[in-house]
Structure formats: structure tokens, C-alpha cells
């Protein structure tokens, strides 16, 4: 029995010790060292005096927190149907037999691999006004109206959205491509000879077949997507005038800027909690289903 | 076979690190055997760079027993990663820092005053020189001053009709002079032409916001604590030299709106003037065909007045430092102080009045044309929260440049937002 227990499980810890103390150190050790840095009046330097909630309370009458809160959840909010559906829709593309398949498949995920630095230089390339790409095709094509896609707050959203999809839409279509052919080929021959449409197969067999990863997706998405602050921070800088600041960019700025670290973790606990019942509430309803 | 071929393979890893290792303890340079190493922070980029390195190779080349080991760091992050690295005992043993942000380096006790190193202080200019006196004592050795000026384009202006024989230009320096100065070239000019090319957004027409503030009177966004500030704006004066800035924009229409790269619009010859620091001299200098004038920004309001900040040099406070290090960091500061003039080919006014009457520096063209504005350069308050100030003031300013809010609006919301900041 004794050496079961060493052959199957404990010989795997000298593997797994360096990533576990690494763990402990970079993951476990901060999270509880930012829980005690948002009691404090803390600064780059140094641990001031021990305020206790007076942090929290500080967030709760502070409208930049909320405002930045709401910014995020509107990027949330516009970025994650769309990308469900967009990564569905070319996952589905990307699984047809055809020649072009692996081009396909190529071309939507070679976005992802690039860095958010070389993403937004593109974007900021591409929509600067007067001489930017997208501006003087519509010129070209008669529209005279120059957009201001990075100064106009709502076209501004619309940029942002539109280079995170096109950015962050070849992940979720290699998870939505691999559920595809997890779905037993048998599925299919039997509708088939069931006389279903291709509608029908899609909304009968597909869907529902997609569902458990479609919603380790959501999950994921809405998660990513409440961190969301570099190509805010490159594109827009957080503008116009803080119109689309995201929280994690005003964190930064309190804690880095400001120089007051002890407020910043005690936000950066709010959006913990925050990600951590959208997590519960998430899961709760997958263990429900299943 | 199987045993020789794993000991030959780890033999060409472990060669393989070790010479990573090797190449990464020489980065930088290699120090003379037996000269003082100190190691040097700086935050310059572009054309800034070389000529400070030049500054510094100048230095190592003229004795043996230091050397300065000149190390750029990312600019975007300098001072979350001087301050961090200073407190935690691992910082370097000289740095650059702007007068702006001098007054948090004292209050933390991050950086050690440079009387008990040096009593000379003769021959800077005292504009500049006050500027890093904290209780009376000296916190920094500034190199220069770096104010915002302006840029003509000879031929374009010139086209115009705007320009003098003697090569200056046609303005009355009165806010109205100013517009019309503009909307004739707008007038003038070919529709492809830019009158003024500059920013809508961030440090620039903050910077130009500040200029005509101060030239209207106003001093200061916060009192000179350095601590424990109070709330100090001019509201009248702030407004109206915003919206004199907004005109510009809005109803004169003489700065078309979100340029994307405004140096390239003046560095191609498309716009007959632009507005920045005097760090853009020496990018001009360099381009091929442009035939252009930096001049002062106009006084067009009371008295004169002008944006401006300053590349100083600070001695990093820690417990246990090592006197011999710091004397020969303070001995390259003064160096670099006197040598100004390397420095000025990036643009940039040198701190010593005995560098601007050299004739080193009287040699390079243009400088003169704006040197006297570090007499009169209004630095930023002498606060903590110069920074945070600075990010509430441009982020609220944007707004009223694109037209999105009054100035009565932005300003009443740089109040509550500075209070806020400052905990008045």
C-alpha cells in the first residue's frame, strides 16, 4: 500500500515542489500581503500608520472608483456576446472541410499571438485621423466626415472593442474549434438519416454540444475582461478625458502615480471580489446543470 | 553512446549560460581596474540620450579614478522604479530627476542634500537654482531647464507675408496679435497648410495652459508646502487663459483638432508653426531641408511667464553609503553642470549662466533665441503631489479642448479632484 501511495502520487512532489514554492511566493504570499497593505496608509516606500476600513470606506464615496468600475463593465458588457458569437462563428468556419481550413484557422489566430504594444501601434496607425488607413478609405469611397475614432468617447469604445476582438477572438476559437470535434461524428449520420436540416443539426446538436465549453468561455472572458487596462492604456491612455479609463488603469495610477499603494490594494480587493462572485454564481450554475 | 551524448549536450547548455551570465554582468561598461565605479540613472531617450552619454564619456575620458557607469532606464517608469529601488537600499548611486518631482524625493528622505559635498554654487542661474532649495539647503544639481517654446517655419510664415527682413516675426504680442498672427496664415496659407500644429490632448497644451496663466498673473495650482499643500488656484485667470486655448481650437479654428503626430506635421514642412519643449531644437536641426526659428512663447498677456522643468542631478540618500562613491558622484554632477554645452545640442537651456555666456555654447545657432526664458520659467508647485496634480489638471483640460465641457465645468472638477488628492 505504502509503496503504491510513493509510486502513484508522492513521487510527483520533488516535480512539483518548485512551482508549488513559486506558487506560495509570487501567488499566495502577495494576496495576502495586499490584504494587509489596504489596512494601511502605505506608500511606494514605506508602511505608514494602520488605518483600518478607512480605505474601503474611502472607495465607497469616491466616484472615479465607480465611474472606472462602470467603464470596465461596459467593456465587459460590449466585448463579451460579441466575442462568444464572433469566435463561435469562425470556429464553425474554421471546422468546414475545405481546402482553406488550415489558412482559415491560421489567419484568425496569428492576431492572438501578438503583443498588446504591437496590437495597439497597429490600431493607433490604422485610425489616426487625416492620413490614417481607415480615414482615407472612407474618403476615398466619398465620405468626407473625418472620425476621430480615439477622441470621440463612443467611437473611442468602438476602437477598443473592435482591436480586442480582433486580438483576443483566435483563443476562444481554438476552445470552441476543439469542443467541435469532441462532437461525436454519429450525431450527425443519425440526423441525417432523420432527414434534419443544417439548421436543425446546428440548433440541435452543436449548440447544445458547445454549451459546457461555451460556458468555460464566458467564464474566462468575463474575467479577462474586467482585467482589461493595456491597449486601453496604449490606445486611448484612458480618454477622452477619462472616458474610457478602465479600474485597473486608475489602480495603477493611485498606487504608482499617486503614490499611495494602501488605497490602490484596497480597490484591487473590491475588483477581487468583484471576479471572485461572478466565479461562484458561474460555477454553481455549471455544477447545477451537470 | 547514449551517456557521452547527454554529457556533451549539457556541457553546451551550461557553456551556453555561463556566457549569458558573462555578457550580462558586463552590460553597461567595463570599469577601469582600480577607478571608483558610480553608477548612473538616467530616463533620456531619442537624440537626448546620445548627447548625455556624451557628457558622460567626456567625463570618464578626462580622469581615470571614476567612473560613471550610464545607465538608461525605461522612461515610462523611472520614477516608480527610482523611488521603489532608492528605498529598498538598491537604487543607484546618482540620478536624474525633474525639479517636479524633487520635493517627493525630500519628503521621503530618499535623496541627501549636496552642502555638506559642495559649496559652489556660483554661476547657475537662480531662477533654476531655487528650484531645488528645500529649508535652505541644496537637494540637486540642475543641469538645465527644458521650457516650451515656439517653432516657425521660415518659408511658410515668410509666404504669409508674417515675416520681418530681419528674419523675426510679424506679431503684436497682445492675445488678439496672437490670433491674428494665426488666422492669417490660415487665411494665407494653402488649405493643406497648418497654421499651428499641436496637440488637443496631454503635457502640451497643459503646458501652454500653464504659460498664459502665469502670464496673466496667476502662480501657482497649490501652495508651496511641500506636504501639506492647500488648494491655491486662480479660478478667473485659470478659465480665461483655458478658454483663450480653446478659441484656438474651436473658433478660430487655427489648430485643426486630433493631429496624429504634430512634430512630423512641422518636421515635414506642412505647418507653418508648432509649439514644445526646447528638446524639439535639435530634431529640427537634424532634418534635411527644414528652415525654421525657436522663439520664446510671445508674452501676450501682463507679464512674462513660460513652462518649463529641469533636468537635475540628485544623490540617492541610503544608510550605509559610501562616502568616497558619493564625493565622486557630486565631482561628476558639477562636471556635467559646467559642460552644459554638450548638453544644449539636445535644445535644452544649460543651468549655468557662465555655459550661456560661453562661447561654446554662442556658437550653436538658435539657443540664444530662447535662452533668456529660463529667467522667468515658471516650475510646477513645490509639492508631493506635483504628479498627481499634473495628471488631474491634463486629464480634465482634454476635455475642454475636443469641446466636450466649459471651463467652469473642468475646473470645478479639478478642484473637488485636487482637494480630493491633496486631503484639504
Known amino acids: 500500500m505504502k509503496k503504491k501511495l510513493w509510486a502513484q502520487d508522492l513521487k510527483a512532489i520533488p516535480f512539483l515542489l518548485p512551482f508549488f514554492i513559486a506558487y506560495l511566493v509570487f501567488t499566495i504570499f502577495p494576496i495576502f500581503k495586499g490584504l494587509e497593505m489596504s489596512l494601511y496608509d502605505w506608500t511606494l516606500i514605506r508602511k505608514l500608520e494602520f488605518v483600518g476600513l478607512d480605505n474601503y470606506q474611502k472607495m465607497l464615496g469616491d466616484p472615479h472608483f465607480w465611474k472606472t468600475l462602470w467603464n470596465t463593465t461596459l467593456f465587459v458588457i460590449l466585448t463579451t456576446p460579441a466575442m462568444l458569437i464572433l469566435s463561435l462563428v469562425l470556429a464553425l468556419l474554421a471546422n468546414m472541410k475545405s481546402k482553406f481550413t488550415t489558412f482559415l484557422r491560421g489567419s484568425y489566430f496569428i492576431p492572438s499571438i501578438l503583443s498588446v504594444s504591437v496590437i495597439s501601434f497597429l490600431a493607433i496607425f490604422m485610425l489616426q485621423p487625416y492620413n490614417g488607413l481607415i480615414n482615407t478609405v472612407l474618403h476615398t469611397i466619398g465620405i468626407e466626415a473625418e472620425p476621430f475614432w480615439m477622441a470621440d468617447k463612443a467611437l473611442a469604445w468602438l476602437t477598443i472593442v473592435i482591436v480586442t476582438l480582433w486580438w483576443s477572438v483566435g483563443f476562444n476559437m481554438i476552445l470552441f474549434l476543439a469542443g467541435l470535434q469532441d462532437i461525436p461524428e454519429s450525431l450527425y449520420e443519425a440526423s441525417e438519416i432523420d432527414g434534419a436540416t443544417g439548421w436543425e443539426k446546428f440548433r440541435y446538436i452543436t449548440l447544445p454540444q458547445l454549451r459546457p465549453i461555451g460556458k468555460i468561455i464566458l467564464l474566462l472572458q468575463i474575467l479577462a475582461s474586467y482585467k482589461v487596462f493595456a491597449q486601453i492604456l496604449l490606445i486611448t491612455g484612458g480618454g477622452p478625458g477619462g472616458g474610457t479609463r478602465p479600474i485597473i488603469q486608475y489602480i495603477y495610477e493611485v498606487g504608482f502615480r499617486q503614490n499611495n499603494l494602501g488605497y490602490a490594494a484596497a480597490m484591487s480587493y473590491a475588483l477581487f471580489f468583484i471576479l471572485l462572485i461572478l466565479s461562484v454564481i458561474q460555477l454553481r450554475n455549471q455544477k447545477e446543470e451537470r | ?424
Request: hydrophobic share 40%.
Open chain 2, 1 to 424: 553512446m547514449k551517456k557521452w551524448l547527454t554529457l556533451l549536450m549539457t556541457l553546451v547548455l551550461v557553456t551556453i549560460m555561463l556566457g549569458a551570465c558573462s555578457e550580462e554582468s558586463s552590460k553597461g561598461a567595463k570599469v577601469p581596474e582600480g577607478a571608483t565605479e558610480v553608477v548612473l540613472w538616467n530616463l533620456f531617450g531619442g537624440g537626448d540620450a546620445d548627447y548625455f552619454q556624451e557628457v558622460v564619456d567626456k567625463y570618464n575620458d578626462s580622469q581615470t579614478d571614476i567612473f560613471v557607469n550610464n545607465i538608461m532606464q525605461e522612461n515610462a517608469e523611472y520614477y516608480t522604479k527610482l523611488l521603489t529601488s532608492i528605498g529598498a537600499g538598491k537604487g543607484p548611486d546618482v540620478a536624474i530627476a525633474h525639479t517636479h518631482v524633487i520635493p517627493e524625493l525630500v519628503s521621503q528622505g530618499l535623496i541627501t542634500e549636496l552642502d555638506s559635498f559642495t559649496s559652489n554654487w556660483e554661476g547657475f542661474n537662480q531662477n533654476i537654482l531655487d528650484a531645488t532649495v528645500y529649508d535652505g539647503l541644496h537637494y540637486a544639481i540642475p543641469l538645465d531647464t527644458h521650457a516650451q517654446i515656439m517653432y516657425i517655419n521660415n518659408k511658410l510664415v515668410a509666404e504669409a507675408g508674417l515675416l520681418n527682413d530681419d528674419g523675426s516675426i510679424k506679431m503684436e504680442e497682445t492675445p488678439e496679435g496672437f490670433i491674428d498672427f494665426f488666422s492669417i496664415l490660415k487665411e494665407k496659407l494653402p488649405k493643406d497648410k497648418i497654421p499651428l500644429a499641436f496637440s488637443n490632448n496631454g503635457s502640451d497644451p497643459y503646458w501652454m495652459w500653464w504659460a498664459f496663466y502665469t502670464q496673466m498673473g496667476g502662480e501657482a495650482i497649490l501652495t508651496d508646502d511641500i506636504d501639506n499643500p492647500k488648494y491655491a488656484l486662480d479660478l478667473d485667470k485659470a478659465i480665461k487663459a483655458a478658454d483663450y486655448i480653446k478659441d484656438l481650437y474651436q473658433e478660430h479654428k487655427v489648430i485643426p483638432l486630433n493631429l496624429a503626430d504634430f512634430y512630423s506635421d512641422f518636421q515635414t514642412g506642412n505647418a507653418a508653426a508648432m509649439s514644445t519643449g526646447v528638446w524639439a531644437t535639435g530634431i529640427w536641426e537634424s532634418t534635411d531641408g527644414l528652415d525654421f526659428t525657436p522663439i520664446a512663447t510671445p508674452t501676450i498677456f501682463e507679464k512674462e511667464g513660460a513652462w518649463g522643468d529641469s533636468h537635475t542631478l540628485v544623490l540617492p540618500y541610503y544608510n550605509k553609503a559610501d562616502q568616497e562613491v558619493q564625493k565622486a558622484a557630486v565631482e561628476f554632477m558639477e562636471f556635467a553642470a559646467d559642460n552644459g554645452a554638450i548638453w544644449a545640442k539636445a535644445g535644452h537651456i544649460p543651468s549655468k549662466t557662465t555655459v550661456i555666456e560661453s562661447d561654446e555654447f554662442n556658437k550653436l545657432p538658435y539657443r540664444s533665441n530662447y535662452a533668456e526664458v529660463a529667467n522667468y520659467v515658471n516650475f510646477a508647485d513645490r509639492t508631493i503631489y506635483a504628479r498627481g496634480v499634473q495628471d488631474i489638471v491634463i486629464r480634465n483640460l482634454d476635455l475642454l479642448w475636443a469641446g466636450d465641457a466649459t471651463a467652469e465645468d473642468v475646473f470645478s472638477t479639478v478642484e473637488k479632484e485636487v482637494k480630493d488628492l491633496i486631503g484639504e
